[in-house]
C-alpha cells in the first residue's frame, strides 16, 4: 500500500472518518523520499529496535519495520489505531502502543519491548513538543544510542548550533550535554499533508554514554544554564544574582577563574566553560 500517494490516504482517511487535529499537531509525510531516508541514518537496521513516536498512518513506521528487527511505537491518537491495523498489517514486527509519550514509562516499555537489542529513536515530532520530548528521552538516561527527530527547521538550527554562540540556547546545551547533534537534511513543507506553514529538518542526536557531572552538580548545572538563558541579555551575574540569589561577588570570582569577564553572558560560554563555571560557582 502506497501510504505516501494523497488520494491513497485521503481515501483511507476519510473510509475512517479521520480529520486532522491541530491540537495534536497532525501533519502527515507524503513525500516518499522522506522516511527511507530517516530509517537509513536512523539507525533502522538489524540488531535494532526502533521506538517511535507518533506514527501519522504509518508512513515511517513502515520503512522502520523494513529495515529493524523490532518497532515500538508510543501514539496518543487512538482514531489512528483502526488505521494502522490497516496500514501496517503486512509487519508482524512492530507494536502500536496506544499512550502520551511524556507520560507513559519509557524505561519499562524498552525493557519489555527490546530485550537483546540495541535501541535507537525515530519520530516525526508535532512542533509544539520537540523540546519536551528531547530533553524526556535524553535526561531519563534511557538505553538509546541515537535520537533521529523531525523538527521545525528553526528548532533544529537552535538543536544543532554550537554551544557559546548567539544561536544557542538552553536546550542546546542540554542536547550537548548528553549527546552530539547534526543537521542530516531540510524537508520542504510541501512534503506534508496538511502542509504547515514552515519548513522541516531531520537531525540526529548520538547519545553519549558517559556521565559528565554528578547528580547533584547536574541539577545545580541545568538551573544556572535555564536561568541564564531565560535572561540571556543580562550579564551571567545579574541574572544568576535576580534569578538564583547567587552574589555576584561569587559569580565574579568563578569567571574571574576561568579568566573571563565579570560582564560575560552566559551565551558566550562554550559547553566546558559552562561546567566549569557551575563547578567553581559550588566550590
Given at each position: 500500500m502506497n501510504l505516501t500517494n494523497i488520494g491513497n490516504v485521503k481515501e483511507i482517511l476519510g473510509r475512517h472518518g479521520f480529520s486532522f487535529s491541530k491540537g495534536l499537531g497532525q501533519n502527515f509525510i507524503i513525500n516518499p523520499d522522506i522516511c527511507p531516508r530517516i530509517a537509513e541514518n536512523g539507525n533502522a537496521r538489524e540488531g535494532y529496535g526502533i521506538l517511535e513516536i507518533g506514527t501519522g498512518i504509518g508512513v515511517l513506521t513502515a520503512e522502520l519495520a523494513k529495515r529493524a528487527d523490532k518497532v515500538t511505537a508510543v501514539e496518543i491518537d487512538t482514531r489512528l489505531l483502526p488505521i494502522l491495523d490497516e496500514t501496517l498489517a503486512e509487519f508482524d514486527?512492530?507494536?502500536?502502543?496506544?499512550?502520551?509519550?511524556?507520560?507513559?514509562?519509557?524505561?519499562?516499555?524498552?525493557?519489555?519491548?527490546?530485550?537483546?537489542l540495541k535501541i535507537a529513536v525515530c519520530a516525526?515530532?508535532?512542533?509544539?513538543?520537540?523540546?519536551?520530548?528531547?530533553?524526556?528521552?535524553?535526561?531519563?538516561?534511557?538505553?538509546?544510542?541515537?535520537?533521529?527527530?523531525?523538527?521545525?527547521?528553526?528548532?533544529?538550527?537552535?538543536?544543532?548550533?554550537?554551544v557559546g554562540t548567539r544561536e544557542s540556547g538552553a536546550i542546546t546545551v542540554g542536547v550537548n550535554y548528553f549527546g552530539t547533534a547534526k543537521s542530516l537534511f531540510n524537508v520542504s513543507r510541501g512534503s506534508f499533508m496538511p502542509a504547515p506553514n514552515v519548513d522541516s529538518a531531520v537531525i540526529r542526536i548520538d547519545v553519549n554514554k558517559e556521565q559528565r557531572l554528578s547528580q547533584e552538580e547536574e541539577k545545580f548545572f541545568f538551573s544556572v544554564v535555564k536561568c541564564g538563558f531565560s535572561q540571556r541579555r543580562k550579564t551571567v551575574a545579574n541574572a544568576l544574582s535576580s534569578q538564583m540569589g547567587i552574589e555576584k561577588q561569587r559569580v565574579y570570582d568563578a569567571l574571574k577563574a576561568l579568566g573571563l569577564s565579570e560582564s560575560a553572558r552566559i551565551e558566550q560560554l562554550d559547553m566546558e566553560q559552562l561546567i566549569a563555571f557551575t563547578k567553581a560557582l559550588r566550590a
Open positions: 514486527n512492530v507494536k502500536i502502543i496506544n499512550e502520551d509519550v511524556m507520560k507513559c514509562d519509557l524505561g519499562r516499555i524498552i525493557a519489555e519491548e527490546f530485550a537483546g516525526n515530532l508535532p512542533y509544539y513538543i520537540t523540546s519536551p520530548v528531547i530533553m524526556l528521552l535524553l535526561e531519563s538516561r534511557l538505553p538509546i544510542e541515537s535520537i533521529t527527530v523531525m523538527v521545525q527547521k528553526e528548532a533544529s538550527q537552535r538543536l544543532c548550533a554550537k
